[in-house]
């Protein structure tokens, strides 16, 4: 039962997200403009979190998670979305902390994707880490609006 919950959460999560990146990317670039935002992330462990994406997630989300050539919002010959860039051009920043976390240990949502399940070859620490370097690709107005995300995410 809580496999089949997972699917279904995990299939509404990408779709929402799916649904609402064009939107929420126009917004963000029309309110483009000085922003100040606090990021409280520890430079080593953006480090550490780089080196990780370096080995294990350069050669599907691209340099500087970038993605690669195509559209990352349709899905391929085998029904499956290819990989989206990290960085604050696609959906990655519509996820909190504890989501992203949640799809590196899984693997891609059955289904939507092909990402493997890193849980068991990459630790708990690496994991972390490498989110760590993911949020630090995200502009300043990007990271605001995903830390609004993230709090109301923490709020009982």
């Not at 068991?120 to 994991?127: D, Q, V």
């Amino acid at each position: 039962m809580k496999s089949m919950k997972w699917k279904i959460f995990a299939t509404l999560v990408v779709g929402l997200g799916l649904a609402g990146c064009d939107s929420a990317q126009t917004a963000v670039q029309a309110g483009a403009g000085e922003t100040t935002v606090e990021r409280r992330q520890d430079p080593a462990q953006v480090a550490r979190g780089k080196a990780v994406y370096e080995n294990y997630c350069l050669e599907c989300h691209g340099d500087a998670g970038r993605g690669q050539a195509g559209d990352w919002r349709v899905r391929d010959a085998d029904g499956h979305f290819p990989p989206p860039p990290l960085d604050d051009s696609a959906h990655a920043w519509h996820h909190p902390t504890a989501d992203l976390l949640a799809i590196i240990r899984e693997g891609s949502p059955q289904g939507q994707g092909k990402m493997p399940a890193w849980q068991g070859r990459l630790s708990e620490t690496e994991m972390q880490d490498v989110v760590a370097y993911i949020k630090s690709l995200w502009s300043d107005e990007v990271y605001a609006l995903w830390s609004e995300l993230e709090q109301q995410s923490l709020e009982p």
